[in-house]
């Protein structure tokens, strides 16, 4: 419980941290801090002196914070400079679409990688494992918009296996409840379900491919180093020196202890995951928060900026924070009181 | 025919291009229901041995043996099989670092009761032998001393004092009821009543179950008082073996001697305040090894003809290598 705490009170000063500096944003963008922070461009000065008393914008700076980070706590974000919309709204649409994104390669990562990384480590130092290290370390490599754009080119142009962009078919009416496009599907009432489905995972196998690639590759390697590491600890030679057999020591001593190093290193790997994600989703004009932020620069949009960022990073925090705390509840020769690290 | 037979074992370590003979034809033999000990400073290859004989060596060591066989069956030429089959049976190993030797990540029950071969879990269906084994784990718990079972057997390693995860290595070692107990320095940082209380212990398995035991150690008080046989290493060479009332009466190598006189308990006549007879020097590192008898250097008694390896010479079951070796005139 009182590691809860600590996670706690560690992801809400962070945020705090990341809220102070989304509202320095306000005045450190250019033009009107009054636009910047609403997204509202006041159509005449009774209208702009409202608007400034309702942000309370006339006040110190303390308080005009403090205003603000009630405003957002109760999903008051503004509005976009360009569509207009409610920013809530278009946040809620496009983070989804990330998130799926990510999940699903990072998913594929797992299921691959860590058999794949964990039998290249049991067998190091021989021709199976040289092959998979240097496919891996190939598959590394590719800097990830190269890589989907190849994706495009091969699998979209020539072969005209998969769907250039988008998520679904526009046939498909899917009403928007929870963001995510499977779920989404099935829960339509509308459509036949099995054939939205499998465009929907036509539309989504490019995208994820280019992105698992890379997750993949870094997730084989850090097993296989992390299974070598183990294999060379004295207790793994106590526990053959026992007679266990090849797969009791594998599973009772060798994994366990192998996979305890790499979830944190997984934590990390969530960072540069969403980064790809939006390199990704804006090639294959995915609707998710990368091309949304991205558009957003391209206009100027400082409101959406401001709140995308905050957004991102939040989702971002709050992932790694909870793999941390889950590998601190179930790592026993971790104290359980030691400090909590973002 | 004795339980487990070593001839000529070398092992050669590759390092940046040569080879370097860790272990230089050691012979080993340890009859059934013998205690034999093991002695020799620290870096003379005792570890090694017991890595040997338990099949732990990485791959970059070589190992070759002109005989290394358990009950007449090889062991260099044993199906892995066997060899892990035998490991769970027969042979049961303590290692020298009891807290690297156990699983951080496991409680010290769950690797205890792994440990338990099959054919001693009593029970048809997975509670009863669930039981079977969590009371066989209880009472070798309390076998080699140590009295909160409760507390101890959901502790993890990182948790324990270093006398209790000693002790329970050797819980982990003799809840299979071996033939053969490797100890390598089991009672090393235990406090004298510790020592005690566990020396007994082995020395009565030994007793009543006929558990033979190669017992590796420094404390020579405990290994005179406990074992039949010894064995002295120097640098990797087996340099004197034989009975343990032999060898301390009248010991045939310059070694051994020094290596028993080094121990006060052993000399009544000890004058106040008097130096301890050492041998000079330290010994060599592996990398500047002498050739010939590698005590040469060190050795009182040495002369030119040390320079060319000395023959094991026998004397009934009394052996040694050495080529003027001590107490002959009076044969």
Redesign the interface.
Known sequence: MRILGRFGILFSLTLLVLAIFSFALAYLFPGDVLTNLTGIIPQNDAHRELLIQKHRLDEAYFFQFVHYLSEMLQGNWGYSFVSGLSLKEEIGLALPATIELAFYAMFIAIVIGLPVGCYAGLKSYTAADYSINSVSMVGYSFPVFWLALLFILLFSLELNIAPLSGRISLLFDVPDKTGFILIDILLADNIDTSLALRDAFHHLLLPTLALSVISTASMIRMTRRSVIDVLN???I?????????RW?TFS??IL??AL?PVLPLLAIQITSLITNAMIVETLFSWPGIGSWLIQAIYQRDYPALRVGMLAVATVVIMLTITIDLFNRLI???RDKYERATV | MPMLDIKNLTLEIETAGTRVKALDKVNLTINSGEIRALVGESGSGKSLIV?AI???LPQKFHLTADRMSWKGKSLLSMPTEER??????DI??V?Q?PG????????LG?QLE??I?DELVEGKWFWQRRQSRRKSAISTVHKVGIKHHRHYLSA?P?QIPTDISQKFMLA?ALI?QPKLLIADDPTRGMETTTKTQVLKLLTRLNQTKSLSILFISHDLLAISSMCHSMTVLYCGQTVESGRMKMLRKRPLHPYTKALLDSAPSFQNDLPPKSLLPTLDGTIPSLKHVPIGCRLGPRCPRAQRDCVITPAVRRIHDHTYSCHFPLHMEKL
């Open positions: 600890r004295p207790y030679t106590a526990a053959r020196s026992r007679g266990l057999s009791q009772r001593h366990r202890n305890l790592d026993p020769s | 890595s338990s099949g732990a892990r089959q035998l490991m769970r049976r049961a190993v290692f670092n690297s030797a156990l699983d951080p990540s496991a409680t769950e792994e440990s071969p993890y990182h982990m299979s």
